[in-house]
Structures are given as C-alpha cells and as structure tokens.
C-alpha cells in the first residue's frame, strides 16, 4: 500500500488540459498550500501538514510531473515551466473552493512557489521557501569546482535523449543517491517513505528531467524577464535554509532580499530534507508566516 498522510483525505483534481493532481487535504481555517521538492512527494510534509492542520486548511499535492500526478510529455518548453506548474497550484485551490491562500515549497517545490507568487501576486497571500535559491540566481552562484555539488542539475539541463537513458538504466541508484547524501538523518525518511520515493521517481523519469530542463531555459528567461521590470514578490516571505555557515560561499538573505520586500531569512540545523529532519522548527517558521 502506499503510504499516506494519516488523517487527510486524498482528492485528484483537474487542472489544466489532460492533467489532474494527486492532493491531501486536511484542517479547518486558513488555507496553506505546501508543495514538495527532489526526490520526494507530498509526503515529505506529513509532519509538518499535521501540525499545521491543527488551525489551517493544509493542502498537499504532488507536483505535475511527480508522485500520483499527472506527467503528461513534454512537448515543449512551457510544458514543466515553473509559471505552468505554478498555475496548476492555483487551478488547484481555487478546485478546493480557495480564492487565496498562503504558499509553502521545498526544493523544486519551492521554485513553483516562488513564480507563483511573482505571476499571482493577488492570489499568494504569504509565501514560504525552504532550502533553494531562485533559479537565476542559483546558476549565478554556481561556479568551478563547488558546482559538482549540482551536477544533476548540470545533466538534466540536456537536451532530450541522453539524460533520460542515463537514469533511467539505475534510477534506484541515482535518485537514492541523493536521499542518502542530503540527510543528516537517515531515520528521518524511513524505508517505507524512502521506498516509496524511489518508486514514484522511477515511474517519473521523463517528467522529472524535463523539469529540470525547464529550469535551464525557460524558468532562466522568466526569472530575468522579472528582474529586468523590477518585479518582486509583494507578500510576507519566509526563507529557511541550511545553517551551512561560512562554507555556504554566498550571501543567501542578500539573495533573496532582492526579491522580496518583507523578508524573513532563517537557518535551521538539519540537512536539506528539513521538514522531514527538523518538523517542528519548519511548522513553527510557517506558523510564525501565517501570522503576519
């Protein structure tokens, strides 16, 4: 059986031409909508979307592309754009009767929210990022040596062909891979949840790297085309990442200071997987969010 999160109730939602989202939904109040990142699902929030039910409407989909969503071909550029992923977010709410609500990511999850909130600003009421930079400004910071860290990210960018056949030939082997390099806490994704991962990733290869293609053309171009009109994201953002300290090698809250005008930057403990390593601090950061 695959795992769920215990005491929401799972929906699939259309929200664009031949695509629908696998989504838990659980709570009562105001609505938080919490989006996974790489190599996960939605289960990754199962701590944190608990906590958070305790006052708020929480909502917990699969991304296009991942888990039990749709993964439909890549046919073109704006196919895993993060301003289409995006607007499946919102197609998404306003399905679960959510004209606005506040926005949560990680990882990939968190770039979806953050264009979300650039190309909806109306809509996003309060927005929280965890772990990630914006795209224009991860690969500006990504240089020499230190870049082998992002190699994915370097093998995804490929046209398609070669990517695809690479992983796919030992996908346990390469989505594992960084489960087990990215935690601090091996016990903080338990092998039922990380089973689950790799089985979601293994039925995902395609989509997945078209996701990360997108992130090296057109979400590049969306990002730039918005620093150039000087857009920046109107609502409270809270950004958490890992305390790296000095051998982070980059000012991230300057980063992020750029785009956003009411900007809280924090660091957390843990390794990249923090909802999941540190549940209690992300629950309270979000809380904390939701609050002003």
Known sequence: MT????????????????????????????????????????????????????GHTVICPDLRGYGASDKPAETGAATYAKRTMAADIV??????????????????????AFRAGLDHPGTITHLGVL??????????????????????????????????????????????HFLDLWANDPQAVPAG?????????????PSIVADYRASAGIDVEHDQADRDAGRRLEMPVTVIQQDWGAALGYDAAGLWGAWARDLRHMTVTCGHFMAEEAPADIARALRELLAR
């Open 91 to 112: 197609a998404l709410a306003r399905a679960l009767g959510h004209e606005r609500f506040a926005l949560a990511g990680h990882d990939r999850g968190a770039l979806v």
């Open 3 to 54: 795992p769920a999160i215990d005491g929401f109730t799972y929906h699939r939602v259309p929200v664009a031409d031949g695509v629908s989202l696998n989504a838990a939904v659980a709570g009562s109040g105001s609505p938080i909508v919490l989006l996974h990142g790489f190599p996960q699902t939605h289960l990754m929030w199962r701590h944190v979307a608990a906590d958070l039910a305790a």
């Open 193 to 205: 949840v990380r089973a689950a991962y790799l089985d979601a990733c293994r039925a995902a290869v």
């Open 131 to 176: 772990d990630v930079l914006p795209t224009l400004d991860m690969w500006d910071v990504m240089r020499g040596t230190s870049a082998a860290v992002g190699f994915h990210l370097y093998l995804m960018a490929q046209p398609p062909g070669l990517p695809e056949r690479m992983i796919a030939a030992d996908p346990d082997g390469f989505f594992g």
